[in-house]
């Protein structure tokens, strides 16, 4: 009953115990016990600091973070682990009221950390034992409908994803009667953007300048002009050679390497980011067309973007002028493009239809969790 629940501090209810360093010649890839880092499990070793199941809760770096171990393990320096009387608390209902707090949101500094007499401050409403167990009992039978369900749904959403990339590379690899042979340079001039003058800021005011930089491009090849930035008409007269047109695509290749797309209409003449160039193609070639060919993992391995470290930290446009690829004549260049963009817009409602799920799943855990400590379980 309600009634026989207490409210309670948390510093009465459980303790929040130091973890330690673990050496590097102590951790094992196969070793026979979890390492838990502030996260989550780092690794594994032979070696183990507590040998009872238990929770886990990130002290500094992911502060707050709540991981359940149910085995011997050695939590590191940056965790605490919790120890309480099993006479007269639940370890999965502990587990289960530690992820229903906002733990994260008591973490304070630099390197985000949390205090331990501020976790023990919090009040929590505990019922007895029973019932405890009882709220276990069925949240772990929910939860695990719940994770099934969730599995389902994100195995759904990278199949439907992968649908249309299997499709785009199916058409480019397979090809057809009378596609030719190129590179991107034969097809396109490859031009760069340019920087503002050194000690400029970019506009926050609209101007008749729009200049794009790569945190506008998306993923889905267009632009997000949420937050543009914009350029007076005088420095806009420095760099007016570097504008890019709506039947050009984009490529950036310094920063965030390899997304590509093309701009609105609205945005045509607008100004390019030096970490970014485009492609200016010949009559005959639809930027739509090779828009799609970027997204294929054809593109992207002979592009390098798969192996490019912090050494190689911009693309060389001549390396992207000697990219192959295949080109059927103009107007089947348009048919498919016209297809893929019908099959990419179904992806996309599928998608969405499972992030949709996903989301209504998360907030099914919540409300259980919030009727579970409310008595109303």
């Not at 019922?127 to 409908?145: H, N, S, T, Y």
């Not at 439907?160 to 596609?179: C, D, K, N, Y």
């Not at 193609?281 to 798969?306: C, H, K, L």
Request: hydrophobic letters at 35%; charged letters at 25%; a positive charge.
């Amino acid at each position: 009953m309600k009634s026989l629940w207490k409210d309670k501090p948390l510093g009465a209810v459980f303790k929040l115990e130091y973890g330690k360093p673990l050496h590097d010649t102590d951790r094992k890839p196969n070793g026979l016990y979890p390492v838990y880092g502030a996260n989550g499990e780092k690794g594994r070793s032979d070696k183990f600091y507590v040998d009872k199941p238990s929770i886990i809760v990130g002290r500094k770096g992911s502060a707050g973070e709540v991981n359940l171990t149910e085995e011997r393990f050695w939590p590191l320096d940056v965790t605490y682990f919790v120890t309480f009387d099993e006479r007269q608390y639940e370890l999965r209902f502990l587990y289960y009221l530690l992820t229903r707090l906002d733990l994260p949101s008591l973490a304070k500094g630099v390197k985000p950390g949390i205090n331990r007499n501020e976790v023990y401050s919090q009040v929590a409403n505990i019922p007895p034992l029973p019932e405890q167990q009882r709220i276990v009992g069925i949240l772990d039978k929910a939860f695990e409908g719940i994770a099934t369900a969730k599995a389902n749904a994100e195995k759904n959403l990278q199949n439907a994803r992968a649908i249309f990339e299997s499709h785009l590379q199916s058409v480019f690899t397979q090809r057809g009667p009378g596609w030719v042979e190129t590179t991107l340079g034969d097809i396109a001039q490859i031009k760069g953007g340019k920087r503002v003058p050194k000690g400029y800021k970019l506009l926050n005011e609209p101007t008749d300048f729009p200049y794009l930089r790569v945190t506008e491009f998306t993923d889905s090849g267009t632009i997000d002009m949420s937050d543009l930035r914009y350029v007076s008409a005088e420095v806009h007269r420095e760099i007016k050679n570097y504008v890019i047109s709506s039947k050009d695509l984009y490529i950036s290749i310094a920063g965030t390497i390899g997304k590509t797309g093309i701009i609105p209409e609205e945005l045509d003449g607008a100004n390019l980011t030096e970490n970014a160039c485009r492609l200016v193609f010949n009559p005959g070639i639809s930027n739509r067309f090779v828009y799609f060919f970027t997204v294929t993992p054809d593109f992207v391995e002979q592009a390098g973007f798969n192996t490019r470290t912090a050494a190689q930290p911009k693309l060389a446009l001549s390396r992207l002028a000697t990219i192959r690829l295949s080109v059927p004549h103009l107007a089947e260049q348009k048919r498919l493009a016209d297809k893929f963009d019908t099959l990419r817009e179904e992806t996309q409602r599928l998608a969405s239809r499972y992030e949709r799920k996903l989301a209504a799943l998360e907030a099914l855990k919540k409300s259980l969790l919030h009727q579970a400590f409310s008595g109303a379980l």
